[in-house]
Structure formats: structure tokens, C-alpha cells
């Protein structure tokens, strides 16, 4: 236990104490690459939202827009959940004074909720192209805020986590 770093003062060791040798997953690494295919997968709910422009119902480009919008609100869901559910509450118990970064993140969870049910919404009634790309910008928009936001303040520290849960559970289904 000597080689493990110390956080929290009077020598407790905490969930974020752990050698390099020891390091089986960066999770600040983790985090960035599911937050890069999110962005991936935003990507193609855009293009099929541009695709299925004055498609019919029953056409291939329709079916792949609500393939790519579902799977992509799914999985932005699937993430934060993991989030809120899991990782969030283990950050909390070893470091309290990240309350008041939790308390952004998981209201931007909350506006991202909506903002997806909104697209879900106008995807699922056939709303024009225009109308779901002004969803779709919306929901882009807080995610790159809310990402970047998260990256800059939890990258080094879960990088320097020894979380005992898994990756799906903390971080949701993309994770590796």
C-alpha cells in the first residue's frame, strides 16, 4: 500500500488511491472516448436526419433516420443514467468538494433529457427536416458544452480513480 497515492488528508486511503502498476482502467480516458462516439453518433443521426429529407415513410432513408436518432438518444441517455446512477455517487463519497461539479453535470443531464425527448418527438411525428436539425442543433449544442465542461473537471480525477464498478455501469453502453 505504500506505493499508492493518498487523497482525502489523515492518510485515508480512498476509491482514488492506486499505483500505476495496478491501473487496469484509465477512466477519465474511458470517459473521452465514449464522449467521441457520442459525437460519432450525433454525426450520423445528422446525416440520416439530411437523408430521409422528403423520403416517404417506408423508405430506407426513413428507417435509418429513426435507427440512427434512437440509437444515438438511447445511448446519451444510456451514459448519463450510468452517470447519475453509479459513478456520480462514488465521486461524491471520496471527494465532496467535486458537489458542486456533480450538481452542473447532472443538471445538464436534466436539460439534455429534454432536449432529447424533443428530438425523439419530432423524429417519431415526421416533422421536417428543418424542424429536427433545430432539435438535433439544440441537443448538440448543451452536449459539447456539458462534455467539455465534464472533461476539464473529471479527466485527471478519474484518471487517478480505482473505482471498483464496471465500465457499462459507471459510463453507460458504450463503454469498452
Known amino acids: ?22 491501473r487496469l482502467i484509465a477512466w477519465g ?3 473521452t472516448r465514449i464522449h467521441n462516439r457520442l459525437r460519432d453518433a450525433l454525426a450520423l443521426a445528422r446525416e440520416a436526419i439530411e437523408s430521409a429529407d422528403g423520403a416517404d415513410p417506408g ?3 426513413t428507417r435509418e433516420l429513426l ?6 438518444c438511447a ?24 458537489a458542486p461539479v456533480i450538481a452542473q453535470l447532472s443538471r445538464d443531464h436534466s436539460m439534455i433529457d429534454h432536449l432529447l425527448a424533443g428530438l425523439e418527438t419530432a423524429v ?3 416533422a421536417g427536416t428543418q424542424e429536427r436539425l433545430r432539435h438535433l442543433d439544440g441537443v448538440e449544442a448543451v ?7 465534464e472533461e476539464k473537471k473529471l479527466i485527471s480525477v478519474l484518471n487517478a480513480a480505482a473505482l471498483p464498478g464496471s465500465r457499462h455501469g459507471y459510463l453507460g453502453p ?3
Open 75 to 98: 445511448a446519451l441517455s444510456g451514459h448519463h443514467r450510468g452517470e447519475d446512477a453509479a459513478l456520480f455517487p462514488e465521486l461524491l463519497a471520496a471527494r465532496p468538494d467535486l
Open 29 to 31: 480516458d474511458e470517459l
Open 174 to 176: 458504450l463503454a469498452e
Open 59 to 61: 423508405d430506407r432513408a
Open 124 to 126: 417519431e411525428s415526421g
Open 143 to 149: 452536449m459539447e458544452t456539458h462534455f467539455r465542461y
Open 1 to 22: 500500500m505504500a506505493d499508492r497515492v493518498r487523497h482525502g488528508g489523515a492518510g485515508a486511503e480512498s476509491p482514488f488511491a492506486i499505483s500505476e502498476h495496478d
Open 67 to 72: 435507427l440512427y436518432c434512437r440509437g444515438f
